[in-house]
């Protein structure tokens, strides 16, 4: 019998989370017990799965309506429900009466995947510290409790944190026609820029006012701040004393150790290698920042004027004005225009779920099923427009893990693009977040929930949607659906003029990207106590773009929250993506035999093979930096 989609609900959504989370935790809780009295391994293990998969339920649907219903109740019920879900987890795994249980499993009885999840969970276990003595059991607990209210407390003063600065309305000289008429002149004669993405970036890009930007730019680094400031302090503390009770040096050693890269000590090498080969690079583009600042009297290059001056040399140098791309970026083309592109690419049918069948959260989402080949295999919800309270970021999140057999996958990706036309950089986005969509949903349809969608290592789970990016820069693809009002596709000489540009800022942005990882990184090492201190000396050491004095980035840096110390991550996977990009044709993007073969190999395996044997699959061999050290030396044309 075909699995159905979940039944989402008409109007009360209280109702049917409290029902969907909570019965989802209580079945967990159930299955715990009959694990305990489970007499045959391979049944006991099975059961285990079990408890797995409702306890992911429930951590699902919390985690995505606290980021994205428009009822503030709502939203404080799923963090409650979130909270009492992360305190069953902490519970179950310092059981030592279930850690016995599996810990007593013979690996001989099961198939290769259940030795897999077996020994995943007995690490796991262990990593909480089952196996400590019983003061350190409850001092795990504590911390954990501690640690779950700290993490949504960081994460909801950036959300509930938007901020405003107003502007003379002269400022808007330069931007975008859209912009201008979404943004009206006040009595005073000012407007209103939010922190929001579809505000503040297209302001710093094109505003050519530099007290303006400047005013801008200021509000948006002291974003959270000061409200984050004692949080983030608080769960630098919990972090690291959790790690050490629990025998690790401290928490970048405790938080590698499940991620490719294995230790903290080498994250800080990693960092510091792609900032060593990135330095030449950075300082080249770095120079051209500089010297076309200085026409306009400016000598220094700072977050207030660094995307101004980047997008005047790209329009300059090489005849890319992000504006005219603009002209053949609407909103709906490129919405369409993705799902075309990843339809052909891997075999798939997008067919659209009428908004009555579908009950979503908000009247912005639209829903689709997901079907190859006749089959359905899942579905899909994009919630892709700003509103107040939402999750203001980029991310994909799980609504349903996917498990062969008994539930299909689902997932939701949720943005805050602008209604009209978008910047290529956020096309790049989207195509970036709809990759980690697509491998939630082809690698939905294992037995084992451990293997369910994105459950590779950490540090290689943005690989595959760095990849996905390629496609948004090839003139085969963007002509698909890049097309101005009259119909007349993107030129190709533009979009090589695009890449070109592009290229431009690779050095710079290298570093930046480690100035974000070594924050991530030294933020959790060394536990400053001046957090504002010691963000500039970073600055100092990594970024070649300065900062601006009395700001306080880190305040609403969110992936502290969800990265802890693994930023670094990013850059990871981008290199590993070279890599495996490096296997397709750049002149037959829509090849089918690379395509369908990375598909099979990297993105329906999910997290049934270690990260590094998945690209030795598709590649045919170990993965090198090659690829990565090719784009990176290689100069701008």
Not at 77 to 97: G, K, N, P, W, Y
Not at 130 to 140: A, I, L, P, Q, T
Not at 218 to 226: E, F, G, N, S, W
Request: aromatic letters at 10%; hydrophobic letters at 40%.
């Amino acid at each position: 019998m075909p699995l159905e989609p979940l039944a989402l609900p008409t109007d009360d959504w209280a109702s049917w989370l409290a029902d969907r989370a909570g019965g989802e935790l209580r079945l967990a809780g159930t299955q715990v017990g009959a694990l305990k009295e489970a007499a045959d391994d391979a049944v006991a293990l099975e059961v285990w799965n079990d408890a797995m998969i409702a306890l992911g339920n429930a951590f699902a649907v919390c985690s995505l309506l606290s980021s994205v219903h428009p009822d503030p109740s709502v939203v404080e019920q799923a963090e409650r429900i979130e909270v009492e879900a992360r305190a069953f987890s902490t519970d179950l795994f310092l059981d030592a009466e279930v850690f016995a249980r599996l810990d007593a499993v013979d690996p001989s009885v099961l198939d290769e995947g259940g030795r897999r999840v077996l020994a995943d969970a007995l690490r796991d276990f262990r990593r909480s510290g089952v196996d400590r003595d019983d003061d350190v059991r409850e001092r795990v607990r504590a911390l954990d409790q501690r640690l779950t209210d700290l993490e949504q407390a960081f994460s909801r003063h950036i959300r509930d944190g938007r901020r405003t600065t107003r502007v003379p309305a002269d400022a808007l000289d330069g931007l975008p026609d859209d912009f201008v008429a979404d943004h009206p002149v006040d009595a005073d004669g000012q407007v209103t820029i939010s922190t929001e993405y579809p505000d503040t970036h297209p302001f710093l890009a094109y505003c050519s006012d530099p007290e303006a930007r400047h005013a801008v730019a200021a509000t948006y680094y002291d974003l959270a701040h000061p409200a984050n400031d004692q949080v983030l302090l608080d769960l630098l503390d919990t972090r690291h004393e959790k790690a050490t009770l629990l025998g690790y040096a401290g928490f970048p050693d405790y938080d590698a150790e499940t991620k490719m890269i294995g230790t903290g000590e080498a994250i800080a090498a990693f960092v510091d290698r792609i900032a060593a080969q990135s330095l030449d690079a950075g300082e080249r583009d770095v120079a051209v920042l500089r010297e076309r600042a200085a026409q306009d009297g400016v000598e220094q290059i700072d977050i207030s004027n660094s995307r101004y001056y980047s997008e005047t040399v790209r329009r300059e140098q090489y005849d890319v004005d992000a504006q005219q791309v603009r002209r053949y970026l609407d909103f709906g083309r490129v919405h369409d225009g993705l799902l075309a592109v990843t339809g052909r690419l891997f075999g798939l049918d997008y067919v659209p779920v009428d908004r009555g069948e579908a009950r979503t959260w908000h009247e912005d989402v639209s829903t689709y099923d997901v079907v190859a080949d006749g089959a359905h295999l899942g579905r899909i919800h994009l919630d892709l427009h700003t509103r107040e309270g939402k999750y203001n970021h980029a991310a994909q999140f799980d609504l349903v893990p996917g498990v062969a057999g008994r539930q299909l996958p689902e997932g939701v990706l949720v943005c805050n693009f602008p209604r009209g036309l978008m910047d290529h950089d956020e096309v790049v986005t989207l195509f970036h977040e709809f990759g980690h969509l697509l491998h939630h949903v082809l690698a939905g349809h294992h037995s084992w929930v451990r293997f369910s969608g994105v459950a590779t290592e950490w540090d290689f789970v943005e690989a595959p949607s760095q990849m996905l990016e390629e496609w948004a820069w090839s003139t085969e693809v963007l002509q698909t659906f890049a097309t101005d009002e009259a119909g007349e596709p993107i030129p190709a000489a533009l979009v090589e003029a695009m890449r070109a540009a592009d290229e431009f800022g690779k050095g710079v942005q290298a570093r930046t990207q480690m100035f974000y990882a070594a924050l991530s990184y030294r933020l959790h090492e060394e536990r400053p106590r001046d957090l504002t201190a010691a963000m500039f000396a970073l600055y100092d050491t990594y970024s070649l773009v300065r900062p601006i004095p009395e700001s306080h980035f880190y305040a609403g840096f969110g992936h502290l929250a969800g990265y802890t110390s693994a930023y670094y991550t990013y850059m990871w996977s981008l290199v590993i993506a070279k890599d495996m990009f490096s296997a397709f044709d750049a002149g037959d993007l829509f090849a089918p035999e690379v395509a369908h073969r990375y598909r099979d190999t990297v993105l329906v395996p999910g997290g049934s093979k270690d990260a590094a044997d998945l690209v030795e699959d598709f590649l045919g061999r170990p993965y090198d930096t090659e690829a990565f050290t090719a784009w990176l030396d290689r100069p701008a044309r």
